[in-house]
């Protein structure tokens, strides 16, 4: 029998962001994972720094960094994925060390049955702008899959997804002295993709896409009648 490709279907989201505190650098979420197969959570953040490290935990174990976007100008975007996480009450803890202090931070977390459990995720393709009215990056969808993205902006302008895509997060959050915006989305556009969010204003942005990547089935064999 040859291996067929099953379908990563979405589950849930959720996130958290700095609100009002002026020197928290720890978001703090719980996500609620439903029964599925070839589960995986995928996790996105953003901050107002281009210094510092990201460590992003589930359940207290570590999850893989797969994308850190800190091209040109003040401002840091990634993308972590975590796979066979538990059913029930998932907690995610994300720290910023050694970022500048005052900074807004997001995060948001979306999770997946049907994913591949050795690859979760395909080639990242980044992008930025150092100032525009929007952001968009073509990602290439393989039937099956579902292409995601973070997005973030270095200011609260808000954030509007583009219409082949799915909104799952929309946060945009003041601590009093910094302002973002962070959004992920979704898209089961089989081919190119185009991932793009506009924003209310001309907005120095960060960008990272990647594709689910479905898990392998088998397909029974066929029976063979002799004469």
Request: charged share 10%; glycine share 12%.
């Amino acid at each position: 029998a040859s291996p067929a490709l099953a379908v990563v279907t979405y589950d849930a989201t959720a996130g958290d962001d700095t609100g009002a505190s002026d020197e928290d650098f720890t978001l703090n979420w719980n996500h609620i994972t439903a029964a599925g197969s070839n589960r995986a959570i995928i996790i996105g953040t953003y901050s107002r720094t281009d210094n510092g490290a990201v460590t992003v935990t589930v359940d207290g174990a570590s999850a893989t960094n797969w994308c850190t976007n800190t091209t040109g100008s003040d401002g840091l975007a990634t993308l972590w994925y975590y796979k066979g996480q538990a059913v029930g009450t998932n907690a995610i803890v994300v720290n910023f060390t050694n970022v500048s202090p005052d900074r807004a931070h997001a995060g948001g977390s979306v999770s997946f049955a049907g994913v591949h459990q050795t690859t979760p995720l395909g080639t990242v393709v980044e992008n930025n702008t150092a100032g525009a009215t929007s952001l968009s990056t073509n990602l290439t969808i393989a039937t099956g899959e579902l292409g995601v993205d973070i997005i973030g902006t270095r200011a609260a302008a808000g954030l509007t997804v583009g219409s082949g895509q799915t909104q799952r997060q929309n946060r945009c959050t003041s601590n009093g002295t910094t302002d973002i915006c962070m959004g992920i989305s979704t898209s089961a556009t089989v081919g190119v993709e185009a991932m793009n969010w506009t924003f209310g204003a001309s907005q120095v942005a960060h960008q990272c896409t990647a594709a689910v990547k479905a898990a392998a089935s088998v397909i029974p064999g066929k029976a063979v009648f002799l004469d």
